[in-house]
């Protein structure tokens, strides 16, 4: 069994930062490629940034150059860096975690979520 917990959402102004967190226990491996999606209201769950196994990054186009993903295997944590945010990033914001080596996009290849963590730009 897996587990996802994530934290550090909130409310943040325009132009702020704000870093999330995502902590896994249970069967996970250093193999696995972990991912940030987010949902806003009314919209489907989305890409936001992936890490593979050796730490290869890869972004959504509306959060390339803004935000970093970045990941501690010794605890098993994933997290998000956020910059320069703006309102369009106000969402849910879900860590998953994929039994397979590769950071895809797509959210069916992702086995794993957490409850997800509200994140609020205001402008």
């Known amino acids: 069994q897996v587990q996802l917990v994530e934290s550090g959402g909130g409310l943040v102004q325009a132009g702020g930062s704000l870093r999330v967190s995502c902590k896994a226990s249970?069967?996970?491996?250093?193999?696995?490629?972990r991912a940030w999606f987010r949902q806003a209201p009314g919209k489907e769950r989305e890409f936001v940034a992936g890490i593979n196994w050796s730490s290869t990054s890869t972004y959504s186009d509306s959060v390339k150059g803004r935000f970093t993903i970045s990941k501690d295997n010794a605890s098993n944590m994933v997290f998000l860096q956020m910059n320069s945010l703006r309102p369009e990033d106000t969402a849910i914001y879900y860590c998953?975690?994929?039994?397979?080596?590769?950071?895809?996009?797509?959210?069916?290849?992702?086995?794993?979520w957490g409850q997800g963590t509200q994140v609020t730009v205001s402008s």
């Open positions: 998953a975690i994929s039994t397979s080596s590769r950071a895809s996009q797509n959210r069916d290849e992702y086995a794993y």
């Open positions: 249970g069967r996970t491996f250093s193999f696995m490629s």
